[in-house]
């Protein structure tokens, strides 16, 4: 299996500041015939199910505020929030899809709060 | 518009097997390329992908959870059901089927969920 692996657990932000997230799989999910990373992040808030904010590392999900983007390669991604609002509040996924069809793990979800 | 909704016991005793239904709508598992996926979540804790169908039937499962599990579908229904046997109270979880984008395991429409309590 690859693990994700995200850092830190927990991060508390100011609100207009950059929050960072950062996640590392145990091997690459990049694909080397179409040069794709397979590495999505999702959001999700109490009570709700995790929505798709990000896929393929750094393609935004149709309706997701473009404060919120994704980079990296290989094994080491990173998900920013330039400019953090109050409704950003969550715990924060990334999952690793590689191979088609694909064996899926989550990294372990970082806790984003206001500072 | 596409929806799918979870359902099934809310409480199961260690060792019974586990039957949950996935309901959808908005979109068809005989079409090309696409799929139905199982995750769960434990409370406070964080995803695990369970089991993904497709429109061929292939399967697919997590590699720690395969011996308990097993996927299906029913086309004409638009269900997918997912039977988890010998449940143990670390089986406690709430339970999401989700719509993958395409044949890649990214999951774009998911249920609200089904919380699974597991305890004699």
């Known amino acids: 299996d690859i693990v994700m692996t995200q850092s830190p657990d927990s991060l508390a932000v100011s609100l207009g500041e950059r929050a960072t997230i950062n996640c590392k799989s145990s091997?690459?999910?990049?694909?080397?015939?179409?040069?794709?990373?397979?590495l999505a992040w999702y959001q999700q808030k109490p009570g709700q199910p995790p929505k798709l904010l990000i896929y393929w590392a750094s393609t935004r999900e149709s309706g997701v505020p473009d404060r919120f983007s994704g980079s990296g390669s290989g094994t080491d991604f990173t998900l920013t929030i330039s400019s953090l609002q109050a409704e950003d509040v969550a715990v924060y996924y990334c999952?690793?899809?590689?191979?088609?069809?694909?064996?899926?793990?989550f990294g372990q979800g970082t806790r984003l709060e206001i500072k | 518009q596409i929806t799918l909704k979870e359902s099934g016991p809310t409480l199961v005793k260690p060792t019974q097997t586990l039957t949950l239904t996935c309901t959808f709508s908005g979109f068809s598992l005989s079409t090309s390329g696409v799929g139905v996926g199982w995750i769960r979540q434990p409370p406070g804790k964080a995803l695990e992908w369970l089991a993904l169908?497709?429109?061929?039937?292939?399967?697919r499962y997590s590699p720690s959870l395969k011996s308990r599990l097993t996927i299906t579908k029913d086309t004409s229904k638009n269900q997918v059901v997912l039977t988890m046997t010998n449940m143990d109270p670390v089986d406690t979880a709430t339970y999401y089927c989700a719509l993958p984008h395409g044949p890649f395991g990214v999951f774009d429409y998911w249920g609200q969920g089904t919380l699974v309590t597991v305890s004699s």
């Open positions: 091997q690459s999910v990049l694909y080397s015939s179409n040069n794709k990373n397979y």
């Open positions: 169908i497709y429109w061929n039937d292939d399967k």
């Open positions: 999952q690793q899809y590689y191979s088609t069809p694909p064996q899926i793990t």
